[in-house]
């Protein structure tokens, strides 16, 4: 049981290729978000350049969402995570 | 002899090559990863490695942020490194956004980006990870240097270079928009602006220390400097010494490529701009401007391009020559096309058209 990442296909060359990652959240059952991408990046390191930069702010157009809510309007990487939670990465509406 | 000509575009990398240098074979975009989202990255910078014909290829995503790919094969394949190439130190509180310049010195394995935000970063292992130059990025001037309209960037890295006389070893000369010209003759653990005589027309002072907003620099044939800045075009053997102005003859002094010959010494090719605040050739004609008595005397140099109004220019990194001993020169327009004189009969033929924007070329024989 934990956390559920969802990754879009955009991003699946950087994950060998999965669409969704389970991020155990210790014994607590609880993580903030910047640890949930933390673990990511300790699997898939090239992902993890992709959703924030060398700072580990997240990259502007990129969306990250706690279930339904992005978490620019939560806590953003902040934001509580807790056993269940999904998480969808997703490229925001912009580029081109 | 066959030659590879690399066009970066806002929309991904193409490649043309060609036997004789009027028929060339167009390629692209070309696939950096597996998935599609890499192909339509913008490419600010390509580099061939005179060494190795490593190309190096600095992109940006609008999603998914800049990165470095390279080729061992001319183009064919690409990859990525595992590390990410470039990453400015946790203390600077500063993330890389583009290269705009690689560099190769005479050392091989050797590479020098510079990046936007004004940082310099060095690579020994071919371009693949990369050490900011600490000293230039703590340079006391930095919190005066301004963003360019395009950016707060470092463009123009030249290795070894610091006077005509030679080639110093533990020179390098820089440009950036805006701030000027520096230099370091320390192997970059200190740095010195070299402005003297560039005019910098959106301060107070005419010509301040620091602060020029320069466009490009080259190098020619016998180590002269010369430099497109925004507004002024200049010359000098020794940048600590001051510039010399040859603006006179062309049909503006505000532009951004500038590319010298690689065996006559005096000979440049310049690419004019209306003005900072028009973006546009002048007089709506797509012309290329030639001296060859190092800016004493400007010409156009303009046959083969289109007769009809153009409304579209030439970048800074978006012209070169491929230094073959009969030296092409390229250039790409916002427009999206390219064009080669290949023969010394100042007869420019196309390439390719219809690109998206050409944001650099670089050439080569291989």
Not at chain 2, 104 to 110: A, L, Q, R, S, T
Not at chain 2, 218 to 241: I, S
Request: net charge negative; aromatic share 10%; hydrophobic share 35%.
């Amino acid at each position: 049981m934990g956390a559920t990442v969802f990754l879009p296909q955009a991003l699946r060359t950087d994950s060998g290729g999965v669409a969704k990652v389970d991020i155990p959240l210790g014994d607590g059952g609880t993580m903030p978000l910047g640890g949930v991408l933390d673990e990511l990046a300790t699997r898939h390191p090239r992902l993890a350049r992709r959703i924030r930069d060398e700072q580990g702010r997240l990259r502007r157009y990129v969306n990250v969402f706690v279930d339904s809510d992005e978490c620019r309007t939560l806590s953003g990487l902040d934001t509580p995570v807790t056993e269940g939670t999904e998480v969808r990465v997703l490229p925001s509406v912009a580029g081109g | 002899m066959a030659f590879l000509l690399v066009i970066g575009t806002r929309k991904g990398l193409f490649t043309a090559r060609s036997e004789d240098r009027r028929h060339w074979e167009v390629d692209g975009p070309h696939r950096l990863d597996p998935e599609d989202y890499a192909n339509m990255m913008g490419v600010y910078a390509v580099g061939i490695d005179p060494h190795t014909r490593r190309i190096l290829a600095g992109s940006e995503s609008s999603h998914f942020g800049p990165s470095v790919w390279f080729s061992d094969d001319l183009g064919a394949t690409w990859s990525e490194p595992g590390e990410p190439p470039i990453a400015f130190p946790p203390d600077s509180d500063t993330s890389f956004a583009r290269v705009w310049q690689f560099a190769f010195d005479d050392e091989p394995g050797v590479v020098y980006a510079g990046v936007e935000p004004h940082g310099l970063f060095r690579s020994t292992d071919g371009g693949e990870s990369y050490e900011i130059v600490r000293a230039l990025w703590d340079h006391p001037h930095r919190t005066d240097w301004w963003p360019g309209a395009g950016g707060a960037a470092i463009h123009t890295v030249l290795p070894r270079r610091a006077t005509a006389d030679g080639k110093d070893p533990h020179a390098v000369t820089v440009g950036m928009s805006t701030g000027g010209v520096y230099r370091t003759l320390d192997d970059g653990a200190s740095w010195t602006p070299v402005n003297k005589g560039i005019g910098a027309v959106f301060l107070p002072e005419d010509s301040p220390e620091y602060g020029q907003c320069v466009h490009k620099l080259a190098v020619a044939a016998d180590g002269t400097f010369y430099l497109q800045n925004h507004h002024g075009v200049y010359r000098t053997a020794d940048p600590a010494a001051g510039w010399t102005s040859i603006a006179d003859g062309l049909p503006s002094d505000f532009g951004f490529a500038l590319v010298t010959h690689p065996r006559l010494p005096g000979t440049v090719l310049n690419f004019p701009v209306i003005s900072q605040e028009v973006h546009l050739p002048p007089d709506y004609r797509l012309r290329v401007y030639r001296t060859d008595d190092g800016g004493g005397s400007w010409r156009s140099v303009s046959r083969g391009l289109p007769a009809e109004p153009y409304y579209s220019i030439v970048l800074r990194d978006a012209a070169c020559t491929d230094g073959a001993d009969v030296p092409g020169f390229y250039f790409g327009t916002r427009a999206g096309d390219v064009y080669a004189a290949t023969d010394e009969s100042e007869e420019w033929r196309p390439v390719t058209s219809h690109l998206p924007d050409v944001l650099c070329v670089r050439a080569v024989e291989v």
